[in-house]
């Protein structure tokens, strides 16, 4: 995946970060969960089906992109990794956030708003381990090098 660094207009990202930070609050204060997706998505499936709301947050989800392309056209998408390789990558990240006791939605967003200890562990600790993947994988063994 690459970034148009010419189209990139801090004001859009910033207008995603704050509705970020609203969704997040609303769902603490209305529904007292912390919106961390891992944990959102894993209860659809473990037995939560009678709560409601968090079939209404994925859809919110799901449904943005369709909104956004009514204000304005959506950015093309380009992925520059093989089938194997976005399996591999996903199943890391499950086992991560399971282990991690969370996401980096939950921890980063949510977690280090509320001055959790944890999160502010768990939250360097993906950063890290994300900065050496990176440095390993482009640099050491070459994959993905221009």
């Not at 207008?15 to 997706?37: C, D, H, K, Q």
């Not at 909104?67 to 890391?92: D, F, H, M, R, T």
């Not at 768990?122 to 050496?132: D, H, N, W």
Request: a positive charge; proline letters at 3%; charged letters at 5%.
């Amino acid at each position: 995946m690459s970034i148009d660094w010419a189209a990139f207009t801090p004001y859009t990202a910033l207008a995603g970060g704050a509705l970020i930070g609203l969704a997040s609050a609303i769902l603490i204060l209305g529904v007292g969960r912390v919106a961390g997706m891992s944990g959102i998505v894993g209860g659809l499936f473990s037995g939560y089906h009678t709560e409601q709301w968090r079939w209404y947050f994925v859809a919110g989800l799901l449904a943005s992109p369709w909104l956004y392309q009514l204000v304005k056209a959506l950015p093309p998408i380009e992925v520059n990794s093989n089938i194997p390789v976005l399996i591999v990558s996903g199943l890391l990240v499950g086992i991560g956030t399971r282990y991690g006791g969370g996401c980096t939605s939950g921890h980063g967003v949510c977690g280090l708003s509320q001055l959790s200890l944890r999160s502010l562990v768990a939250t360097a600790s993906f950063m890290a381990v994300g900065f050496a993947t990176v440095y390993v994988v482009k640099h050491l063994l070459g994959f993905g090098a221009n």
